[in-house]
């Protein structure tokens, strides 16, 4: 790759840049005073451009709605929005809206004397970009040809632009390639992005060079949203990814200024009546909706990617944007408590914003409506680090066309964004996209139209976010100590009070939060024996306020009354499988907990209910429905009454009608190097009957070692390997098939599994 300094700057203008500039230059005066130095927040006491372009939109929308609505969309048409410059001819300005010098003088009108101005822009046009979902393909090819105009066509002539001494007062927040890098952690087992690969690592590498050579731009990479990467399989890769791309530049880390979360998508920034918490003795993180992802918001997700990107090496300086365009989920559904259900999935389809009927569905989500608007530093979040909720996608522009509709742009008709779509990815269900959506980017006023109806916090006419509530309940009292064992302490309290309504409370131990509760009393598991603990009790309101910490309790747990003192839980099950099914049966395996004076049985759960407790490693469950799904876990015991974590999770899918389980077909293909090699599988569902969630298990025959896996969660076990589902591929249709993968070691001899089963069922290798 050439040298950023070899790129020509504007004093020498590259004549493929001019020739691309119908519109004349700017000119422009030397400046009266040198540029403003770096900041680490380019947001904290600015100002941010407002799109003229998309305010006459809103404005035209509001008159044709008039009323109440109308009002309300006019509210709204002066906040900041993102300028997208989505292909070549973008810079220069098409049918779509004016190029990108219009909007920077406009921003420079728009800037107060002596009040930094925020200009934010979005570089979006990489070879093969968003090689995963067809809506916004784009221009450019993954081939040499189109990367070489990619950077001379695209971003030299940004950066040209962006260098202008008319522009050095204003602060240019860049967020970089949406959904590029991180296909490459989820989806690079698909054709397409493995071919993108190479150009997206090559070209976001160049536009971060090209861009901090400009000095007063701020670049933010694209970090997708905690519903696509908060998996640990998928966040760790994705920190390592970043850091590989950042330090493949020639500034390093102060190529970047930090990281923006849910450009364009609906993920909610926080999810009030839920936390990564036991519903009984499972976790909530094992509901359908949520499949073992712990980040269930975008606070969640920042939060958790801040640290791992700081373990890697990244500053501490770094900083994270939030897209809250569009993640707000208000309106009459939105919930206003926690659910009192019982049922692990129930509790969480109930107790959650977030309405979508997956959360793959990222086209056009019916119900979706406006969040946070645009502000700096926001509160509320330290462990996030945020910099400030941004609205990169305008609200009203859509993400991709409900038909095909022919383009020159090379954007493609993807059938998430078909509402009549009965989607293999979000397990068997319609899309919930809206109907008579545009080309993606273009404004879409029924859309607009329900995001503003649905805002969270409402939009009102006055242009403020609803009647702000900002008051945290009063501090729950009268802590009392009821039922205590040798692993358990209940405890009860007095109900907090607060303007709008408690919605729950969060039990700390010794200053560690372990449950919530919708009601006055909580018993905390899972404490050791005859030991003391401090207890105290937070209250919470809808709008997400905290009261202080109650004065604390000190309960303390039964003295051990187990052979020995035995106060050490079993090690919690793996492998957890399903060997068999019938119309009414699903039959389970696992291996072998240990324990320090052993086990003496297996606890059983069958959607968040104890179904069983067996004193071996396997159990059938009878007098299940035909043709229905369910999540099994499995809890160690010992002779001392301790108990195990919960071991991961299974679907078991009983047989359609009365009958057997149908075929299935396993495509395995290897290719070696040294000692490592990289695996894939083809996956196909040969029966007559989608399968509500599934899991394939085989062997290898050689010791190999999985290392790192894509597009489904991988368990080994000695030489028995147990894959199940990503979170976008839950249901194989009947007759369809799913490409996962995964890379390995050996010790020189890498003989192919011959043997697969897919929910219990032998399946014809390929």
């Not at 894939?680 to 896996?709: C, P, V, Y």
């Not at 043997?755 to 399946?763: V, W």
Request: aromatic residues 8%; hydrophobic residues 35%; proline residues 6%.
């Amino acid at each position: 790759m050439p040298s950023r300094s070899s790129r020509p700057r504007r004093g020498a203008a590259v004549a493929a840049s001019l020739a691309l500039l119908a519109a004349p230059l700017v000119a422009t005066a030397a400046p009266a005073s040198a540029a403003e130095p770096r900041v680490s927040n380019p947001f904290a006491g600015a100002t941010q451009y407002v799109n003229d372009f998309w305010s006459a939109n809103v404005e035209a929308a509001a008159d044709r709605a008039g009323g109440d609505l109308g009002s309300r969309m006019r509210a709204i048409a002066e906040e900041p929005t993102a300028v997208w410059m989505d292909r070549i001819s973008a810079i220069e300005g098409n049918a779509d809206g004016p190029g990108l010098r219009h909007h920077l003088d406009a921003a420079v009108e728009q800037k107060q004397p002596g009040v930094p101005m925020v200009f934010n822009l979005v570089i979006y046009d990489l070879p093969g970009r968003d090689c995963y979902a067809l809506a916004s393909n784009g221009e450019l090819k993954p081939n040499a040809t189109d990367m070489a105009r990619y950077k001379t066509e695209y971003i030299d002539v940004i950066a040209d632009i962006l260098d202008d001494p008319a522009y050095e007062d204003l602060r240019v927040v860049a967020t970089i390639e949406p959904d590029s890098l991180p296909n490459l952690i989820t989806n690079i087992s698909t054709p397409d992005c493995q071919a993108s690969a190479p150009y997206y690592r090559e070209g976001v590498t160049y536009a971060l060079d090209a861009l901090h050579d400009v000095g007063n731009v701020y670049s933010y990479i694209d970090a997708a949203h905690a519903g696509w990467l908060g998996w640990p399989s998928n966040a760790g890769p994705a920190a390592k990814l970043f850091k590989e791309v950042v330090l493949s530049t020639e500034a390093g880390y102060a190529s970047v200024t930090g990281f923006v979360t849910n450009t364009a998508n609906s993920t909610p920034l926080h999810e009030p009546f839920l936390e990564d918490v036991q519903l009984g003795s499972t976790p909530v993180r094992s509901a359908s909706f949520y499949e073992w992802n712990a980040d269930f918001d975008e606070a969640d997700w920042t939060a958790h990617l801040y640290d791992l990107l700081v373990a890697e090496g990244f500053p501490t300086s770094i900083g994270m944007l939030v897209d809250t365009s569009r993640n707000g989920w208000g309106g009459e559904d939105r919930p206003t408590a926690v659910s009192t259900s019982t049922n692990l999935n129930t509790y969480v389809d109930e107790s959650r914003v977030d309405k979508r009927i997956h959360r793959g569905a990222w086209c056009n989500p019916a119900g979706a409506g406006i969040g946070e608007r645009p502000q700096a530093s926001p509160a509320g979040f330290p462990e996030s680090h945020l910099h400030a909720y941004v609205w990169v996608k305008p609200p009203g522009e859509s993400d991709g066309a409900s038909s095909d509709i022919p383009n020159d742009q090379g954007k493609r008709f993807d059938r998430m964004c078909d509402p009549t779509f009965v989607s293999p990815k979000l397990a068997n269900q319609l899309t919930g996209a809206l109907p008579d959506a545009p080309l993606a980017g273009q404004w879409f006023e029924s859309q607009f139209r329900m995001l503003v109806e649905n805002a969270y916090p409402a939009i009102e006419a006055d242009g403020s976010s609803g009647p702000a509530d900002t008051t945290p309940p009063s501090v729950p009292t009268g802590l009392t100590a009821g039922t205590t064992t040798t692993t358990s302490a209940s405890v009860s309290w007095t109900a907090s009070s607060d303007d709008r309504g408690v919605t729950g409370y969060t039990v700390l131990v010794d200053g560690t939060a372990v449950g919530t509760t919708a009601t006055t009393s909580f018993t905390v598991t899972g404490l050791d024996a005859g030991t003391s603990y401090a207890v105290t009790v937070r209250a919470r309101d809808a709008a997400g306020n905290v009261s202080a910490a109650s004065a604390p309790l000190t309960v303390t747990t039964d003295e051990d009354g187990g052979p020995g003192g035995d106060d050490q839980a079993p090690s919690a099950p793996t492998g957890l499988r399903v060997s068999g099914v019938t119309a009414s049966t699903v039959a389970l395996a696992w291996n072998a907990s240990t324990d320090d004076t052993g086990v003496t049985g297996y606890r059983v759960f069958r959607d968040g209910a104890q179904v069983a407790q067996v004193t071996t490693t396997s159990f059938t469950d009878t007098g299940l429905a035909a043709g229905t799904a369910h999540v099994y876990a499995v809890r160690a015991v010992d002779a001392a009454g301790n108990v195990s974590a919960t071991s991961g999770t299974v679907t078991g899918t009983t047989a359609p009608g009365g009958g057997t389980p149908g075929a299935c077909t396993v495509a395995y293909t290897a290719s070696s190097w040294n000692t490592g090699f990289t695996g894939s599988l083809r996956i196909t569902n040969d029966s007559a009957a989608a399968l509500q969630g599934w899991t394939l298990t085989f062997a290898f025959a050689n010791g190999q070692t999985i290392t790192q896996g894509w597009s489904a969660q991988y368990a080994q076990s000695g030489s028995t390997v147990t894959v199940t589902p990503a979170a976008w591929n839950t249901t194989l249709g009947a007759g369809a098939s799913v490409e996962v993968g995964f890379n390995g070691s050996h010790t020189g001899t890498n003989t192919e599994p011959t043997s697969f089963t897919l929910n219990g069922a032998t399946c014809t290798v390929a």
